[in-house]
């Protein structure tokens, strides 16, 4: 398995560095198109910027942090098991056209607004909420997991405004999801997932060794420490969300 992704991400480098400049070039860009919508419309819509399960990849924190693939590449790739999205098996070349596209997408979409994006003009549209309200719902529903103190402090200097209004309502990890597979037998095989669809799952175990099985066989209980925020996308009321931005924006 690591041969294989070593293999894919020389390949890719290879194919930014062939021809550097064809990565952002429209004709890039409009091959991407052409794929995005063969391979991923469905879920996140022809102009991705969602579809009828995806979320916008306009407004993406990781599409928006890519450079030349580096993130966007290992999750078309890789897919994103725990999170019901699958590998996609595109060649380098294919991924980095998709790579444009997605790129372009964000400068349409920049330029498109009143004005650039800017902290101020986040700012005017979103801090509509009560700070005090917030901190009240980030005791209650949050600081089991996150602490002003640790992992959020200074999160607001970290993250312009609608950034991270769009973190805690859609956070996203790179790291690989936690997984316990019990077998037939009653033995509990723990690792990362791997790999999952409606007829296989495979794991990387604790010691680096894949195995895989089938679904029907075994009992998968995933680990996903980002589950409770999407628990809470079902719960959020708008006053909830402006509320909680209100607060994590005093955290400077």
């Known amino acids: ?26 004709e890039a860009a409009e091959r991407g198109r052409v794929q995005f919508v063969q391979s991923c419309s469905f879920c996140h819509g022809a102009e991705a910027t969602g579809g009828t399960e995806g ?13 030349g693939g580096d993130l966007i590449g290992p ?68 600081s089991k997991c996150h602490s002003p103190q640790r992992d959020l402090a200074h999160v607001a200097k970290k993250y312009r405004p609608a950034e991270l209004q769009a973190r805690f309502l859609y956070p996203e990890s790179e790291n690989p999801l936690p997984v316990t597979v019990t077998l037939a037998s009653g033995a509990r095989i723990q690792g990362t997932l791997a790999f999952e669809d409606h007829f296989d799952v495979g ?3 604790k010691d680096g060794w894949y195995q895989s099985w089938p679904r029907d066989q075994v009992k998968l209980e995933l680990h996903d420490p980002l ?26």
Not at 56 to 67: F, G, I, K, M, Y
Not at 227 to 252: G, M, P, Q, R, V
């Open 75 to 142: 999750v078309i790739r890789t897919g994103r098991p725990g999170r019901g999205m699958p590998a996609i098996p595109l060649t380098a070349e294919q991924i980095a056209d998709v790579v444009a596209f997605l790129h372009l997408r964000l400068r349409q979409s920049d330029l498109a607004s009143p004005r650039r994006p800017g902290e101020d003009f986040d700012l005017q549209r979103l801090l509509t909420g009560d700070r005090e309200a917030g901190r009240a719902y980030f005791e209650h529903s949050c």
């Open 55 to 67: 979320p916008n990849l306009v407004r993406s924190s990781l599409v928006r942090h890519d450079s």
């Open 1 to 26: 398995m690591r041969i294989l992704v070593c293999a894919f991400a020389a390949a890719l480098a290879c194919a930014q560095n062939r021809a550097p400049s064809a990565l952002s070039s429209q």
């Open 203 to 205: 794991i990387h175990d």
């Open 227 to 252: 589950a409770a925020h999407e628990e809470l996308l079902a719960k959020y009321s708008n006053a909830d969300i402006h509320n909680l931005f209100a607060y994590l924006e005093t955290l400077k």
